[in-house]
């Protein structure tokens, strides 16, 4: 271990549990601040807005890929792990950015892709030469069946089969989502040291911890057995993938021990932070067994909130109740938004009706047990982005047009400023068009309203840094209606108890305990008046408990 490496380690180990309730800023590089103005956001646009993220005041940034790449996934097709893309900048200006965010006391958490590359990748470009290469089963090859056809049915995240045949090894090779992402055969522990070794190489730098995106798709039954159907109802389908039951092809049995190595690396660096991605229909059971027992990853989180067409009491009842608080149990993480799923303003509620409704889900987030995520402009409530055919550069959206909102939407430039030119993101045309209705929730002009979404949030972030019951507090739910929802959240000397009408219409609240109003979104109630008290749409409470 050389002496950065060990001051690094020296300072980690004074915090070890940093994590446990940090609110994460997720940053997609591409559309967060151009600093060169070539139209495309970079790192050192991202250096020059951690004051910002500073004064919003959350704990940490995840940084998505800023790896070199050809960009058929904007980054999530990884050419060389231990680079950075030209588009972005380079190492050096990486370094910069960790150190100032951390003289800021931000922790950084960045992408770590461990379940494919992109076909440009030099381990690829060895493995596909011949079926005797030193890399030849570091991906997913395989003879086709005597009829030529892929050795098994398993279909392809973004439509067709999961099988692309390769002229040089006449084979297929295994790809979940876009052909230029050749499936890592991370059965292979040559290919999990290879991995290993990335992650180090980035931790040496001063990373505080690692998002594992698509974790459960890192490995696959070597027997290559069929999926079998789904029966998802026809009005749901807008992909072969969605016509699967995905038990063979993703979600392993052997997946945890690797992650119990990636434990052990992370462990070596003191307080650092780990984090799964587990999509799919039921991944409570993954999420469980990816954290168990203070051996694996710190936490998980999956597509609830996500993907969910509208939010209710029950919705958000039946995810935080999955996470039983037990002492053998990972710790949960929240996101209501990213970078693949479309704006929750633009799902779960009449924004035009209802523009205060933002500043209310913010609140939830920041309620739950767990690490909230906030995906950059939460904070502003921007709703999803509007972007014309045209301009679609999402291979998504552009298969599934226009049945799905699509992932551009929600990767359109962060506004700055309402005056300048693609509000304040470039002086260039965009990658993605600014929609017009962003202008006007820049940051510059919600700095200057009191009651702006932006303001809002920076109060709640300020509150509960107070609060160690929202940090890591036990969670009970106190009650769960078809409009309200409430629950507890406990400390040794103060509870907080969280109340919300996540309906369009108003709703009485009943509370028996003493309260002081701590936190109001839209003027939901003063709670020391009457004992009905009547909660107004889209509204949110927090009121504590006597402080002993």
Known sequence: MNALTSSITSSRAANSEWWRGAVIYQIYPRSFFDSNND??????????KLDYLSELGVDGVWISPFYTSPMKDFGYDVADYCDVDPIFGNLSDFDKLIEKAHNLDLKVIIDQVFSHTSD?????????????????DWYVWENAKPDGSPPSNWQSV???????????????????????????NVHNPEVQNALLAASKFWLDRGVDGFRLDAINFSMHNRELTDNPMSNTPESDVTRPFDMQLHIHNQS????????????????????????????????MDEMLAFTANGKRLNSAYNFDFLYAKSLNPKIVADSISAWTQSENE??????????DAPRATSRWFDIEAFPHASQTIMMLLLSIRGNPIIYQGEELGLEQGHVPFDR???????????????????????????????????NQDPWLPVDPRHYGKSVEIQST????????????????KGLPSLIDGKLELVSVEDQLLVFKRESANRDVYCCFNLSSAPATLRLDATLTSLANEMGAIDINKTPDKIMRPWSGIWAATKET
Request: net charge negative; proline share 8%; aromatic share 12%.
């Open 120 to 136: 440009e990748h030099a381990w690829f470009a060895e493995s596909r030469l011949d079926k005797t290469n030193a890399k030849s």
């Open 252 to 283: 392993q049995p052997e997946i945890p021990a690797f992650l119990e190595r990636v434990r052990s690396l992370l462990d070596d660096y003191g307080a650092t932070f780990s984090v799964a991605e587990v999509g799919g229909p039921d991944p």
């Open 392 to 426: 679609l550069t999402d291979p998504e959206a552009i298969t599934n047009w226009p049945l799905t909102l699509g992932r551009d939407g929600v990767r359109t430039p962060m506004p700055w400023q309402r005056d300048l030119p693609n509000a304040g993101f470039s």
């Open 449 to 464: 309203q009191n009651t702006s979404c932006l303001n809002s949030v920076k109060s709640l972030l300020q509150l509960r």
């Open 39 to 48: 139209g495309i956001g970079d790192l050192n646009g991202i250096l020059s």
């Open 158 to 184: 973004f439509g067709g089969p999961a099988w692309t045949w390769d002229a040089r090894r006449k084979q297929y090779y295994l790809h979940n989502f876009l052909k230029e992402q050749p499936q890592l």
């Open 330 to 339: 990972g710790w949960p993480s929240w996101a209501f938004s990213n970078h």
